[in-house]
């Protein structure tokens, strides 16, 4: 009876013990592709929340797995994509590329994209050349990450190494109208 009570006893400190220790790290899952995300981090001086995912296609083939995230504690749940528009609080998105696709070809989706998102587009070569040439080849597998921090302060990373910064606001909205415009080139899924 009393090595019951002391099973008993350590059994529930145990209990006590783990329940008081943080959270694991969760992972999201992009479900067509089983790319997996953190649902939470801190990178580039922020805390982000993952508020989106989805896939880019191409002619019908996969192109990459993305997630999209949000200051933490700043997003609005149910509200419009507007607020992925707005400068404020920082943003992130990450690109987990499932198919290899040449840095030429990135370059000329990016061109492509912003000449349809962005008034003005040509005006902005100072940071728009820069960030352009920054792209490389990549592989499945490789991740790509787009920050944009208050003031339009943009940072560029490319298989985890910071590749270009530049601050644009007008750029800024421009890179994330591709995915949160009028027409962007994919429907990304809240989470």
């Avoid at 992972?27 to 995300?37: C, D, I, L, Q, R």
């Avoid at 805390?47 to 083939?61: A, I, Y």
């Avoid at 990016?110 to 040509?122: I, M, N, Q, R």
């Avoid at 994330?176 to 809240?190: A, H, L, R, V």
């Amino acid at each position: 009876m009393a090595r019951k009570l002391v099973i008993s006893f350590v059994g529930l400190c145990l209990l006590v013990a783990f329940s008081c220790l943080p959270a694991m790290a969760q992972n999201v899952k992009e479900p067509s592709t089983g790319a997996s995300f953190p649902a939470k981090g801190s990178n580039y001086g922020h805390s982000f929340e993952v508020t989106h995912l989805g896939v880019r296609t191409k002619f019908g083939f996969k192109v990459y797995a993305a997630a999209a995230y949000y200051e933490a504690g700043k997003y609005v749940k149910g509200g419009d994509n507007k607020q992925m528009l707005t400068d404020g609080p920082a943003k992130l998105i990450i690109m987990h590329f499932v198919r290899d696709v040449e840095a030429a070809k990135i370059r000329e989706q990016y061109s492509e994209s912003l000449h349809k998102t962005t008034p003005g587009v040509d005006g902005m070569k100072k940071d728009l050349d820069p960030f352009l040439n920054a792209m490389m080849d990549m592989k499945a597998g490789d991740r790509m990450e787009l920050c944009w921090g208050p003031g339009g302060a943009v940072t560029l990373a490319v298989k985890g190494q910071v590749k270009n910064r530049f601050t644009n606001k007008a750029l800024a909205v421009g890179l994330w109208s591709i995915w949160f415009g009028n027409s962007p080139i994919f429907k990304f899924n809240p989470q």
